[in-house]
C-alpha cells in the first residue's frame, strides 16, 4: 500500500499538471498501454522489491535486481524475429547468471549466510517483469512521454493498492505509529524516486536504445551496497563482494556489446512530445 500511495501521488500530480497545461487527454488505447506498462514495473517490478526488501538486504536486492538487463537482452532473443545475441553477449549473459547462483546459493558458499530463497525468487520475478515492460513499453501504443508516466504511475499505484487491500494490508496498517522518519523517506520516494527517477527512466526508453538505458545497473548495485553496509548494518560478506564482481562485469560486457552492434536513433515524434 506505501508502494501505491507512491505512485498514486506522483502520477496524479504529473497527470494532472499536464492537462492543466493543456496536454490533449490521452485516447483509450493509450490508457490501455499505459495500464499495461504501469503493471509490469510497478506492480511486478517495483512491488516485487518492496515486498522482498523485508527478507532480503538492501545490498542484496540490489544485486539481482541488476539482472534486469540481462533479462532485456533474453527478451529481445525470444521475440519473434528476435537478433540472436553475439558471443559476447552470451558469456556476459551466463557471468550474470554465475553472479546470482553465487548471490542465493546454498550456505557456506564461499562465505557469508544464505539469502532467503523465497525473498530471492520474488527479486527475480520482478527483475523479469521490470524488464518486459520496459521492452513493451518502446513498441506499445501511448501518449506523450511525460503524460504516459502520469498515466503508468497512476494504473500501477492503483493497481499495488489493490493489491495491498485484497492481501489484508488496511488491517495491519497503524497510521498513529508513522513516525517522523517515515514520513520524509515516503515524500523522497515519491519526489526524487518516482516524479524525477520514473520520469527520467521512461523518458530515456522512448528516446534511446534499451543497452544505453540499462547502463545505470553498473553502479546502482554497487552504491546500494555500500550504502547498505554504512547507514542499515548490513553484511558485507564475501559472498556478497564477488557476488556484485561477477553481476555488474556480466551485466557491463552486455551492455556495452548491445551498445556497438545498435546504435541509438533518437525519434523525432518523441523529442516533439517533451516540449510545452
Known sequence: MMAGVRFLVAGGLLYGLLRMRGTPPPTRAQWGGAAVVGCLLLLGGNGGVVWAQQRVPSGIAALLVASVPLWMVLI????????????????????????????????????????????????????????????????ARLATPLLATGQQMLAGGAALLLLGILVGEPARMDLAAASTRSVLALLYLIVFGSLVGYTCYIWLLRVSTPAKVATYAYVNPLVAVVLGWLLAGEALSQRTIIAALVIVSGVAVVTMKRRRARPSTVRPSAVRGLRP
Open 76 to 139: 529481445d532473443w525470444l521475440r519473434p524475429g528476435g537478433p540472436r545475441p553475439k558471443p559476447a553477449v552470451i558469456v556476459g549473459l551466463i557471468l550474470g547468471m554465475i553472479g546470482m547462483a553465487v548471490l542465493i546459493g546454498p550456505e557456506g558458499l564461499i562465505g557469508g549466510d544464505r539469502v532467503d530463497p523465497l525473498g530471492a525468487g520474488v527479486l527475480v520475478l520482478a527483475s523479469f517483469s521490470w524488464a518486459a515492460g520496459s521492452m513493451y513499453s518502446r513498441s
